[in-house]
């Protein structure tokens, strides 16, 4: 299955990471259909470099054709002039298989709970801080998740 892959990937390439999107808002206990998998980490060098390493390990290619070290030292150049919120990657054999990694966020300054799916642990953004990062977002999707992860806590 897609997202094993990246999460054990994600591990075995030490990324502190923590999902988000649609797949958090299932793993928290709300139906949710999704088919790409949102990540958010930590807004540090060396991670966007791990996170390159693990995803292109596997098979996915970035959408855009910038580095790690690029999507770091321009991020805020990325976000504010080109509107660029994730830095997405994609299997080229089946481009039903996307990450998304969330650069206007950092792990750093948000809190994570461990949830069990797909045979694994898995790092997923805890319900408050998802619902705060859903409230940014505004997008109709996001407001929806917003009212479901209300309903859980």
């Known amino acids: 299955m897609f997202i094993q892959k990246i999460i054990q990937s994600l591990t075995k390439h030490s990324v502190s990471y923590a999902?988000?999107?649609?797949?958090?808002?299932?793993?928290?206990?709300?139906?949710?259909?999704?088919?790409?998998?949102?990540?958010?980490?930590?807004?540090?060098?060396?991670?966007?470099?791990?996170?390159?390493?693990?995803l292109v390990g596997i098979g996915l290619q970035p959408r855009l054709p910038v580095k790690?070290?690029?999507?770091?030292?321009?991020?805020?150049?990325?976000?504010?002039?080109?509107?660029?919120?994730?830095w997405s990657f994609v299997n080229p054999n089946n481009p039903a298989e996307m990450v998304d990694i969330i650069i206007t966020e950092d792990l750093e300054?948000?809190?994570?709970?461990?949830?069990?799916?797909?045979?694994?642990?898995?790092?997923?953004?805890?319900?408050?801080?998802l619902i705060n990062m859903k409230q940014k977002s505004g997008r109709p999707q996001d407001l929806e998740d917003i009212k479901a992860l209300e309903r859980l806590k």
């Open 19 to 54: 999902l988000v999107g649609g797949y958090a808002v299932a793993l928290h206990g709300a139906f949710r259909g999704t088919m790409d998998i949102d990540l958010v980490i930590q807004v540090d060098e060396q991670a966007y470099f791990n996170a390159e390493q693990a």
């Open 109 to 129: 300054n948000m809190n994570t709970v461990i949830k069990q799916g797909f045979g694994l642990d898995i790092q997923v953004l805890a319900i408050e801080d």
């Open 68 to 86: 790690a070290n690029e999507v770091f030292h321009f991020r805020d150049e990325y976000i504010n002039s080109r509107n660029m919120i994730a």
